[in-house]
Each structure stands twice: as structure tokens, then as C-alpha cells.
């Protein structure tokens, strides 16, 4: 990291220190000095909490500034175009989700060749290497892994199960196929994966045309499924509980429809992801890289971690992942950067 950073040394010295500098060959910042921009790949509720959290820790922690930017509209180009565009805002500092895990690389050496600390935040490269400062998401294999044992617990262990899930072609769809088979098989061919749907959730109206089309047609031969994306999750909630079957549904995140769920009983559980961690402690680690720090291992993935939440834990789970986020910040100062005392 601090290697290319001090490629930008050049083009960045009209608004760094150069006695710094000079001795370090990274650009420091004061946390005032830090402008953050937050970029998914467009529009999706899991984003949400990013814009509040992303004020907060703009107060918190005396930024600059702090943006919230979804406006790529799931194009790469355009998500490039709207990170150019930032910079050139005076935005310094980058959390990224990449809408094309084969292509970011090629993104994040970009911005970190012009010296501003990048971030790849909820959503690893495809691959091995992470060309970003360092990657902070959900290990989605694992968390699929744990939705899918949670769905054969309450199916009692057998019969037929449905994973439906997002873009076939996203390495993270592919991992989370992999979770899920890895518990099915372990079940020793007690239970079946009758069929994995991907592609289901590009927008709630598409989930629910799919789930009610899944239903009409396997409704009695299933009986759990696990979903692993938002809007499939939402939809399966409601559709279910409509048809009234007696299907054990898994979901994933929190939105209010499948904790209702949960609550009244017609939603077996859920599993949930911490986006509001990925924007704290990511605009923190951020904020400490723009300060002169550097990563002890560039390019680490770092968990941001996921929660089981049944019935039994649906009032308190959010102190669990509260902890999570401090635990997160407090490894990033322990282990995960190097910094000059």
C-alpha cells in the first residue's frame, strides 16, 4: 500500500505536508481533512444503513465529510464514472462495493494509484487478490452455510429444501451455492435441494412473481427454504405465510417484513449481515489510512460477520452485532494496520 501510494506523491503534494511526506511517501491527513465516499453499486435496501451510519461516523469522528453515492445503477462504467466524479469533488477516501467482482481490481489500483485509501466494503473481489486497501463483507459462504443448517433444524432434519438466492453469474451467488450445498451434504441425504433459483433479486416485484411461480408449482413438495438475498427473502416471507403452507422459511437481513415473521412464527428465522459495521468501522480504518497508516496485510478480508435470529433471540439480536462492530474496530487497531505512534 504505502508503495503506491507513493505514486501519487506527485500529483497529491499541493495539499500534503511534504516534510511528511517526503519521510513517509504517503499522503497524511488530518480527520477534519478526510472526505469518505460511500459507493454501492446502485440502489438495493441493504445500502440503507450505510447513508445513516455514514453521517453518524461523519460526526464521530470529525471528518471532512462523509457521502453516500448509489446512483451507479449496477453498470461498472458508471460506478467508475461516479468515483471520478467524486474525486474531482475533493472526496479522498473511498468504501466500495464493486458491481463487477471480476472487474474492480482494475477500479481500486486506479484510485489507490492516485493515492486515496480504498476500501472494498461488502463485496470481496472475485479471486484470490484484493487490490483495495483491504476488504470488510460478510464471509457468504459461511453465512449462506449457517442459513441453510438453520432451515434443516427446522425442517427436523429432512426433506425437501429450495435456496433462492441472486445473480448466477456473481462469484458471491457462486459461494453462497457452495454454503449451501456444504450443509445439505451433510446431512447425508436426509434432506434434498430440490432446486436453487438465482436471478430473483434484482427488485422485490421480480421476487415475488418468482416465489408465487415456485409455489403454484413445488408448493407441497418443499419443505424449507433458505434464502440468501434480500428481495427473495422478503418475498418467501410473505408469499408463505399467504398461501399458508408448511414451509420453513430461513431468510436474510432485517427488513421488517421478515421479522414480523419471525415474531408471529410464519418466518422460521433469518440470518443476518452487519452493513452498519462495514460503514464504521470501514470509514474509520479509512480515515486511519488517510492518517498515515498503512495495512499490516493489504488487500486482508476481514469478516464484518452474521447472526442467527430465531424467535427465541429476535428482541435482543442487535447487541450481538453491536459487539461484532466493536470487536471489528478494535482488530483493526490490534491487527490490521500499522500505524506510527
Not at 481490481?105 to 463485496?123: C, I, K
Not at 484484493?130 to 442459513?147: E, G, I, N, P, W
Not at 434434498?192 to 412473481?209: C, F, I, N, R, Y
Request: neutral net charge; charged residues 20%.
Amino acid at each position: 500500500m504505502a508503495a503506491l501510494l507513493a505514486l501519487a506523491v506527485g500529483t497529491m503534494a499541493g495539499c500534503t505536508r511534504k516534510s511528511d511526506d517526503a519521510a513517509t511517501g504517503a499522503t497524511t491527513r488530518k480527520p477534519d481533512q478526510v472526505k469518505i465516499a460511500l459507493v454501492p453499486g446502485g440502489a438495493h435496501p441493504y445500502f440503507q444503513p450505510w447513508k445513516a451510519t455514514g453521517a453518524k461516523v461523519k460526526t464521530d469522528l470529525g471528518l471532512g465529510d462523509v457521502t453516500f453515492n448509489e446512483t451507479s445503477d449496477w453498470d461498472q462504467t458508471k460506478q467508475n464514472d461516479v468515483l471520478k466524479s467524486l474525486a474531482a469533488q475533493g472526496y479522498n477516501a473511498f468504501g466500495v462495493f464493486g458491481v463487477s467482482p471480476e472487474n474492480i481490481n482494475a477500479t481500486f489500483e486506479d484510485l489507490t494509484r492516485q493515492g486515496y485509501p480504498t476500501a472494498s466494503l461488502g463485496s470481496c473481489p472475485a479471486g484470490d487478490v484484493d487490490k483495495a486497501a483491504f476488504c470488510l463483507s460478510t464471509d457468504v459462504q459461511q453465512a449462506a452455510y449457517k442459513a441453510a443448517q438453520a432451515a434443516i433444524q427446522a425442517m427436523d432434519g429432512k426433506g425437501n429444501l429450495v435456496h433462492l438466492t441472486g445473480n448466477k453469474v456473481d462469484s458471491n451467488t457462486q459461494r453462497r451455492i457452495a454454503g449451501v450445498q456444504k450443509a445439505v451434504d451433510e446431512t447425508g441425504g436426509k434432506v434434498k435441494l430440490l432446486q436453487t433459483v438465482t436471478d430473483v433479486d434484482k427488485d422485490l416485484q421480480s421476487a415475488q412473481k418468482a416465489v408465487a411461480d415456485l409455489l403454484a408449482a413445488k408448493g407441497t413438495e418443499m419443505q424449507g427454504i433458505v434464502n440468501t438475498a434480500y428481495n427473495p427473502a422478503v418475498a418467501s416471507a410473505d408469499g408463505v405465510k399467504q398461501a399458508k403452507l408448511p414451509i420453513k422459511v430461513i431468510a436474510i437481513d432485517d427488513d421488517a417484513t421478515i421479522l414480523a415473521g419471525i415474531r408471529d412464527g410464519s418466518v422460521a428465522g433469518t440470518v443476518l449481515q452487519n452493513p452498519v459495521g462495514q460503514a464504521s468501522v470501514g470509514s474509520y480504518a479509512l480515515m486511519k489510512l488517510a492518517g498515515g497508516c498503512t495495512m499490516s496485510k493489504p488487500g486482508v478480508a476481514v469478516d464484518s460477520g452474521s447472526f442467527v435470529v430465531t424467535k427465541a433471540n429476535v428482541g435482543s439480536y442487535d447487541a450481538e452485532r453491536q459487539a461484532k462492530t466493536e470487536e471489528l474496530r478494535k482488530a483493526f487497531d490490534s491487527q490490521y494496520l500499522t500505524c506510527k505512534s
